[in-house]
């Protein structure tokens, strides 16, 4: 496809279990970011790969969090022993990682935490 | 840090009516501006960018922004509402140079049309 996509759209999990979230961007994208999108809040910058650079990882909020990208492609978010407050909607998005940086969104993944 | 604000959370405007989104922002210096609609189930499509240069800019879906460096603005515009508008509207900063490339958002605008 043409645009970036994401898997599961969504998905339901119970508190304690991991999940795995992710992300195709697209073809020829070098950087990758990761946001996260709580109920009723702006967007939350989560985690920034830009081809083999080194990961930016500033916005992790815990230990429990953790993303790779493999192939500088696909990128998997982990989750790991979720809590209720993980429950959001997990954004992904590419850009070229030229100057202008313009990104380009996916669908996002549901994430609910029973 | 840089920062984003939307000071209004929810809109309501009549179909055919203009409408203006506003945006404030703090950042040390210029930044890249976006503006972003995310309909219900969707993700965030791009409705217009300013990097350098005019700073009126024109959008998808009859959109502008305007950027006001002395008011550190960019309010995002349209001159009639069509019903299919309604949706969340959310402003982006993005650093101009360094090696920080994420986009800070603000907490978003909630656009209601009514008939």
């Known amino acids: 496809g043409a645009g970036v996509s994401q898997s599961p759209s969504n998905k339901v999990t119970e508190k304690g279990k991991d999940v795995e979230l992710r992300c195709d961007p697209i073809?020829?994208?070098?950087?990758l970011y990761w946001y996260r999108q709580s109920l009723g809040q702006g967007l939350e910058f989560l985690i920034y790969f830009q081809g083999n650079s080194a990961p930016d990882k500033s916005g992790l909020p815990s230990d429990r969090f953790s993303a790779e990208r493999t192939g500088g492609s696909v990128s998997t978010l982990t989750i790991q022993r979720t809590q209720q407050e993980d429950s959001a909607v997990y954004l992904c998005?590419?850009?070229?990682?030229?100057?202008?940086?313009?990104?380009?969104f996916g669908p996002g993944t549901r994430l609910t935490v029973l | 840090a840089q920062s984003v604000t939307q000071p209004d959370i929810h809109i309501t405007v009549s179909e055919g009516a203009s409408l203006e989104l506003r945006c404030n922002y703090s950042y040390g210096a210029t930044p890249y501006l976006f503006w972003y609609v995310q309909s219900p189930g969707q993700g965030l499509q791009l409705l217009l960018k300013?990097?350098?240069?005019?700073?009126l800019v024109q959008g998808i879906k009859g959109f502008e922004a305007e950027f006001k460096r002395s008011q550190s603005s960019f309010n995002l515009r349209k001159p009639s509402v069509h019903w299919s508008d309604a949706a969340e509207y959310f402003c982006a900063v993005g650093p101009s140079s360094g090696s920080a490339r994420q986009l800070t958002f603000g907490s978003g605008t909630q656009l209601t049309v009514l008939p």
């Open positions: 073809s020829g994208h070098t950087a």
């Open positions: 300013y990097f350098s240069g005019d700073t």
């Open positions: 998005a590419s850009s070229s990682g030229g100057a202008y940086n313009e990104q380009f």
